[in-house]
């Protein structure tokens, strides 16, 4: 594909935010605006003469950077804090081309420091000064915040785990250090906090609440949504859905939440919008392939998802062939408000990567993708770093943070089906958890 044009300031300005795709999205143009193929999208491809990142669609910087202070739990090689706070220090290179943010972590505070910490080094090298707490780091060690923006790392680290597989990082306790700077200064400014909010949904509600009282700008969530996709695969607003399934690998929790938000961030651009989340249930071992065989999730999406990872262990068009190739999976199945059923299918075995399909009405076969996580340049994280500092430098969330909202509660609730050996949980809490999906970046 040719380099893509410059985005429009204009659309970016009207519209609530970025796209949530890490990259620009190309579409083409139907003869019917309603034809099922207008729906899809190419998402911008890799490798390309010209990468377009979000902040293209800003104006170009003027004055002092924005300053920033860094909190994390612990801060290691490939750690998030790395991948995150590592690129807003040095900038970062995406594909073939090189970005240096503009912002300036004036601040760190790290709570960990095991015999891999890179994160006191990271600060003398920089001359960043090291602060022992949360509070000290957003007032520079003085009375009132004195910061521009915050990243909030709460990702890694010594932490206990419960009964329910989670681990309790503390993220809504930094969370609140934070709100009190705020409350005390009586300002706030933009905030981003790593991946979902919470293991407790009380926490969550707690945190997001607290985002829409001082009414600051947040975001949340991980880089699996904003990674390259293969093939190029985007949806546009209103596509006609009739089932969807992300798959993705490793524990339940940590790796469950990245399976749940990519597919969030395709079905929330079904037709009907982003609506909530009526129930959830989540089936393990031979449940899985029973609902499979009961018509609860459509395993043909799975099959349609792994034909794209290049390193799945299996590629069987058979589902007795699945089935034996991969006996201790788990599904979580989501019912939305509006009937929509969805599905995740956290692989053990069959694959260590993400990926997405659907059916799409009037579409004779799936559509589906593979997101490569870049290594060792970790361009997904780029892209987040890119979208984070849209917000720091307008002032508004690159998309909305009610998306990684739902899916914390979702996931908080899907686990709670677990502990109850896979009973089917209502989420009342989770119904009204509406919002409008951010404008996906279309070059022109």
């Not at 979902?196 to 600051?216: I, K, P």
């Not at 059916?359 to 490569?372: I, L, N």
């Not at 290594?375 to 909305?400: A, W």
Request: glycine share 8%; net charge positive.
């Amino acid at each position: 594909m040719k380099a893509r044009s410059r985005l429009s300031r204009r659309r970016f300005l009207a519209a609530s935010g970025c796209a949530a795709l890490g990259a620009a999205t190309t579409g083409f143009r139907p003869e019917r605006d309603d034809a099922p193929e207008s729906f899809l999208l190419g998402s911008q491809p890799l490798p390309q003469p010209h990468v377009i990142l979000p902040t293209d669609a800003l104006p170009p910087p003027v004055g002092p950077k924005k300053r920033i202070a860094a909190i994390t739990t612990v801060f290691f090689k490939y750690s998030h804090a790395d991948d995150i706070i590592t690129k807003f220090i040095e900038g970062y290179a995406i594909a073939e081309r090189i970005h240096a943010p503009h912002c300036q972590v004036v601040s760190m505070s790290i709570e960990q420091f095991p015999s891999s910490d890179i994160g006191r080094g990271m600060a003398a090298r920089y001359n960043i000064p090291l602060f022992g707490s949360a509070t000290e780091a957003l007032t520079l060690g003085g009375a009132e915040l004195a910061v521009d923006g915050v990243l909030l790392v709460g990702e890694h680290g010594d932490y206990p785990i419960n009964q329910k597989g989670q681990q309790l990082y503390p993220r809504r306790r930094l969370f609140e250090e934070v709100v009190n700077v705020f409350r005390r200064s009586g300002r706030s400014v933009p905030v981003y906090n790593d991946k979902h909010f919470s293991y407790s949904w009380q926490n969550a509600e707690w945190m997001y609440r607290q985002s829409r009282a001082l009414g600051f700008a947040m975001m949340a969530g991980s880089s699996v949504p904003v990674a390259w996709r293969r093939p190029p695969l985007a949806f546009r607003a209103g596509i006609p859905l009739e089932g969807a399934l992300a798959v993705g690998f490793g524990g339940l929790d940590p790796y469950g939440f990245h399976t749940l938000e990519l597919l969030q961030t395709f079905v929330e651009r079904r037709r009907g919008g982003a609506t909530g989340v009526k129930s959830v249930q989540c089936l393990e071992g031979s449940a899985v392939w029973e609902g499979a065989e009961r018509g609860r999730w459509q395993p043909e999406l799975l099959q349609c998802a792994l034909q794209y990872v290049p390193k799945a262990s299996v590629k069987v068009t058979d589902l007795r062939e699945l089935r034996k190739a991969h006996p201790q999976g788990a599904v979580f199945l989501l019912e939305y408000s509006d009937g929509f059923q969805a599905a995740a299918f956290v692989a053990r075995g069959l694959v260590d990567e993400f990926a997405f399909a659907a059916k799409v009405a009037g579409v004779s076969e799936p559509v589906g993708t593979w997101c490569e996580l870049n290594k060792p340049q970790r361009d997904h994280f780029s892209f987040l770093c890119n979208h984070i500092e849209v917000m720091f430098r307008s002032g508004r969330p690159s998309y909305p943070v009610e998306r990684t909202y739902l899916v914390t509660g979702a996931l908080s609730a899907l686990l709670d089906s677990r502990s109850a050996g896979g009973e089917r949980i209502e989420t009342p809490h989770l119904r009204e958890i509406r919002y409008t999906p951010a404008p996906e970046i279309i070059a022109s």
